[in-house]
């Protein structure tokens, strides 16, 4: 953790470890699964912890408990407290995950400082999914989960290639409606998870994006998972979790250099003492034009 507050945000990991603390204990109590995932992960195996410059913590839930997941939390949560966000056919958070957001915070990133949604500080839940035996079915399984990215995002990509830019930008060019769009995403995320049914017994994260959901992993890993302390709490992680890490990063103990020691989100305005609802025309929305 950023515990000398060298890159200015331990309140904001404090927050989200927070978060994270109250999630493990709500899906310990109603029998729901899930891992650590992507920094968060290498953060428990290198720094026992958040990385000292990592501003977001990343889970993984298998589909079928992530499917399972806002409606217990309306039951079971403490609701005041905290929210459990997933776009839908009225609200999209341009983001292809559940988020469970802290609704006593503001954390107004700046893709998302027009849009009238839930503004506190999130953990995102990534959902894994079966990956289909057939390989004809595999890459309509990809197919489909691009189409479900672009429609689900909703915004231009600002880390892939120039081609998937502009394939983005000349999709939401030519479908603009919302209604329209949100019709397209969730039938094409049905598809990818029924594909899905008849599997190889392996996972995948198909909704980050093209180069991750082409890594594709043991479901046993994630159903048996191992145990590592992270921030002085013992999390699950995927049981192989050390291959799961060397295919995603490579060299994963070895620090990147100082340049690259950044921030991930460009956040435009951030209090962990107060609620978003505070600065609501004041620090977003305050384009009305744009905001939905």
């Known amino acids: 953790m950023d515990s000398t507050n060298l890159y200015g945000i331990n309140d904001i990991q404090e927050k989200l470890v927070e978060i994270l603390k109250y999630f493990n204990k709500f899906c310990d109590e109603n029998n729901l699964q899930f891992t650590l995932a992507g920094g968060t992960l290498l953060g428990a195996v290198r720094h026992k ?26 039951k079971n949560a403490d609701t005041d407290k905290y929210s459990c966000v997933r776009s839908n056919e009225k609200m999209n958070i341009h983001h292809s995950v559940i988020e469970i957001k802290d ?3 503001t954390f107004i990133t700046q893709h998302n400082e027009n849009n009238d949604i839930h503004q506190g500080i999130m953990i995102d839940v990534i959902p894994i999914d079966n990956v289909a035996k ?3 079915k595999r890459t309509l399984q990809i197919l489909y989960s691009m189409m479900f990215c672009c429609f689900n995002f909703q915004r231009l990509p600002a880390h892939k290639s120039k081609l998937i830019y502009y394939i983005t930008k000349i999709a939401l060019t030519l479908i603009k409606s919302p209604r329209k769009r949100y019709k397209i995403w969730k039938k094409c995320e049905k598809r990818m998870i029924t594909l899905g049914k008849n599997n190889s017994g392996e996972v995948a994260s198909l909704v980050e994006g093209l180069t991750i959901a082409k890594q594709r992993f043991p479901k046993e890993w ?29 060299d994963y103990m070895t620090p990147p250099p ?28 305050i384009n009305k034009e744009n905001s939905n």
């Open 258 to 285: 100082e340049e690259e020691r950044i921030l991930r989100h460009n956040i435009k305005f951030y209090d962990m003492n107060n609620s978003y609802k505070k600065y609501k025309g004041i620090e977003y929305c």
């Open 134 to 136: 057939s390989s004809i």
């Open 222 to 250: 994630f159903l048996n998972p191992s145990h590592l302390i992270f921030e002085n709490v013992n999390m699950p992680v995927p049981k192989n979790y050390k291959k799961w890490l060397e295919v995603s990063y490579g």
């Open 103 to 105: 609704n006593n915070t």
């Open 49 to 74: 912890g958040m990385i000292p410059w990592d501003d977001d913590v990343d889970v993984f839930m298998l589909r079928s408990d992530y499917e399972k997941l806002e409606e217990l939390w309306e």
